[in-house]
Structure formats: structure tokens, C-alpha cells
């Protein structure tokens, strides 16, 4: 009986059905103490589910390769669903042709503030070199800030952990912080968050509503482009002095 027990919790621990089950049920559960608590910042879903999962894993000491195998469906669906973002985006094509001159100088003073800080902080606390890299596309979303980390010699692993705090950290703040400056305009602030906080900011806007969430992609999409211009810039500035 034992044995067949375990044979059956190997067989579940590896089949891919599993950790999908699980990445839904975990959301899920996350969501709904979210809801719970009047959609307070703090109880952030993201949040909650990778403390779930995280939680799981360790209990069951799955490898997280064996977890990653699982889910991968899930990573792989990141990509059509930033995809057609662009189409409610596409409904508000009137509004973005009067905002767009505004939208482009706040990208590159976003994206250009969010690399530079990074850096500029890391430095002044005595950050090693590899950190300062993997720090600079960290408010980008996570494969391209992959990439940019492999193409500038930094460590893909920081990168990763620091796109996911900067994503959940800038979910938690942008309502208080859209409420202090007074941005009504769903518009604007939905784009500001997608450039200061990527896919995480953009689970967010969704929330505010459908034009919030259609410019938060696009910031979000944006700022990808502009990173992948301004750090390899900066890398050779940096390298000429």
C-alpha cells in the first residue's frame, strides 16, 4: 500500500497536468484572498500565488526544473496573451494618435530613469559589476530583460528576481501613487505603470479597465524596445570612460 502510494506521488510529480493544476489552484486561491481583502495593494494575487507554489514545492521538494517542465504551458502563453493586448488597444487607435508625441517622451524619460537608477543605486550601495548588470532591464518584461541580461554579461537568475519584484512591487504602489499625483486619466496611468512595472503593472491596469490595460501593454511593449536601445548605450558610454 505504501509503496503504491509513493509510486503514485512520483508518477504526479512529474506529470506536466500537475503543475498546471497546481500554478491555476494556486492563482486562484491568491485571487480570491485578494478580493477578500477589498483588492487591497498588499494582498497582491502574483504575490500570493508564488508564495503558494514556492510553499508546495519545498513541501513536496520538487526540483524547480520538474516544476518549470509542468507549467511550461503557462510560460508559453505569456506571449499570444501580451499579443492581443493590441487589440483593445486597436479600439482606442483615435485617442493614442492624439496622445502620442506626450506617450514617446515619457517612454524614453521612464525607461531611461528606470535603467539609470537601477544602476545608480546599485553603485552607491557597492554593488559588484554582475549585479549592476543584471540590474539595468529590470523594470522590462522578463524574456526580453532575459535576453538584454545574456547579451551584457549578467546574471540571468538576478534578472529574473528582480523583474518579478519590480512587477509586483510597482502593482502594490501604483494605486496609491497614480491617487498622490492625481492621474485620472486611465489612459496615461495605465501606460505609466506598464512601463514602470511590465506584464505584473499590466495584470493590474486590466483591473481599472479596458483602456488602462490596453496602454499598459503598450508601455509595457514599448519599454521593452527602448531598454534594449538605451542599455547597450549606456554599457558603452560606461565602457568609455
Same mark, same amino acid.
Given at each position: ?14 506529470? =506536466? ?28 494575487p ?41 487589440? =483593445? ?20 524619460v521612464?525607461?531611461? !530613469? ?16 554582475? !549585479?549592476?548588470?543584471?540590474l539595468t532591464?529590470?523594470?522590462? !518584461?522578463? @524574456? ?14 538576478? !534578472? ?5 519584484m ?14 498622490l499625483l ?46 534594449t536601445?538605451?542599455? @547597450? ?9
Amino acid at each position: 500500500m505504501i509503496s503504491g502510494c509513493r509510486e503514485l506521488c512520483a508518477f504526479l510529480q512529474t506529470s =506536466p497536468l500537475l503543475w498546471l493544476a497546481v500554478t491555476l489552484l494556486a492563482y486562484q486561491i491568491a485571487y480570491a484572498i485578494y478580493l477578500r481583502s477589498g483588492r487591497n495593494p498588499l494582498v497582491n494575487p502574483v504575490l500570493g500565488s508564488i508564495s503558494i507554489i514556492i510553499t508546495v514545492l519545498l513541501a513536496t521538494r520538487t526540483p524547480y526544473r520538474t516544476y518549470f517542465d509542468g507549467a511550461g504551458l503557462v510560460h508559453f502563453l505569456i506571449g499570444p496573451a501580451t499579443v492581443a493586448m493590441a487589440v =483593445p488597444l486597436y479600439t482606442h487607435t483615435a485617442r493614442l494618435k492624439k496622445v502620442l508625441l506626450p506617450l514617446a517622451g515619457s517612454l524614453f524619460v521612464g525607461s531611461g !530613469t528606470a535603467v539609470v537608477s537601477a544602476v545608480a543605486i546599485g553603485w552607491l550601495f557597492g554593488a559588484s559589476t554582475d !549585479t549592476l548588470l543584471s540590474l539595468t532591464p529590470k523594470s522590462t !518584461t522578463m @524574456p526580453i530583460a532575459m535576453g538584454i541580461t545574456e547579451k551584457i554579461g549578467g546574471s540571468p537568475s538576478l !534578472t529574473s528576481l528582480m523583474v518579478t519584484m519590480t512587477g509586483i512591487s510597482g502593482a502594490i504602489m501604483a494605486r496609491g501613487l497614480l491617487k498622490l499625483l492625481r492621474i485620472d486619466d486611465l489612459a496615461i496611468g495605465g501606460f505609466a505603470v506598464g512601463v514602470s512595472a511590465h506584464a505584473i503593472g499590466t495584470a493590474y491596469a486590466l483591473q481599472l479597465g479596458e483602456v488602462a490595460g490596453a496602454f499598459s501593454a503598450l508601455g509595457m511593449g514599448l519599454n521593452g524596445v527602448a531598454t534594449t536601445i538605451l542599455v @547597450p548605450l549606456l554599457m558603452r558610454f560606461v565602457a568609455n570612460r
